[in-house]
């Protein structure tokens, strides 16, 4: 009896445990409504975006780039006029983790095969109800021109 007992306090102790893991896990918290709408579709939460065609990274919550200059990672608004491409076009794969460019080697390495991708869809072309309001750069203004540089013009 004292067996089963126990057995039965270490199931009621690990079912315990996973639920709380469960309610840590939700706590991080749902940012779509930060997502540009160029973001790639099928996140509740996205802290950064990493891009392969261009190297670099864009920061959802802060809405900047971050990328390689001069040895040193920069964080801006818009990324310089060397960058050419088509944030809806370009493959964006979501990194969530702390600074992801302290293991930028190990993050280019795995998604070097994404490099060249252009059939992830996006937040602006999801009839979704999930993504109805999610966050607009430069107001509202779904078919105006998407920028070559990380910005709407």
Same mark, same amino acid.
């Given at each position: 009896?004292?067996?089963?007992?126990?057995?039965?306090?270490?199931?009621?102790?690990?079912?315990?445990?996973?639920?709380?893991?469960?309610?840590?896990?939700?706590?991080?918290?749902?940012?779509?409504?930060?997502?540009?709408?160029?973001?790639?579709?099928?996140?509740?939460?996205?802290?950064?975006?990493?891009?392969?065609?261009?190297?670099?990274?864009?920061?959802?919550?802060?809405?900047?780039?971050?990328?390689?200059?001069?040895?040193?990672?920069?964080?801006?608004?818009?990324?310089?006029?060397?960058?050419?491409?088509?944030?809806?076009?370009?493959?964006?794969?979501?990194?969530?983790? @702390? +600074?992801? &460019?302290?293991?930028?080697?190990?993050? #280019?390495?795995?998604?070097?095969?994404? *490099? =060249? %991708?252009?059939?992830?869809?996006?937040?602006?072309?999801?009839?979704?109800?999930?993504? @109805? +309001?999610? &966050?607009?750069?430069?107001?509202?203004? #779904?078919?105006?021109?998407?920028?070559? *540089? =990380? %910005?709407?013009?």
């Amino acid at each position: 009896m004292k067996k089963l007992l126990f057995a039965a306090a270490i199931l009621f102790g690990c079912l315990s445990v996973k639920v709380a893991d469960a309610q840590v896990h939700l706590s991080l918290g749902v940012n779509i409504g930060a997502q540009p709408e160029w973001g790639p579709v099928g996140y509740d939460h996205a802290e950064y975006y990493y891009m392969p065609d261009i190297d670099a990274y864009y920061d959802v919550p802060r809405h900047q780039y971050v990328y390689f200059d001069n040895n040193a990672w920069v964080h801006a608004g818009a990324l310089p006029p060397r960058y050419h491409f088509d944030r809806y076009r370009t493959y964006k794969v979501v990194v969530n983790e @702390r +600074n992801p &460019w302290e293991r930028h080697d190990a993050i #280019r390495a795995r998604y070097a095969n994404y *490099r =060249g %991708r252009h059939d992830q869809v996006v937040i602006r072309d999801s009839h979704d109800d999930h993504y @109805r +309001n999610h &966050w607009h750069e430069d107001g509202d203004h #779904r078919d105006g021109d998407h920028g070559d *540089r =990380g %910005r709407d013009h």
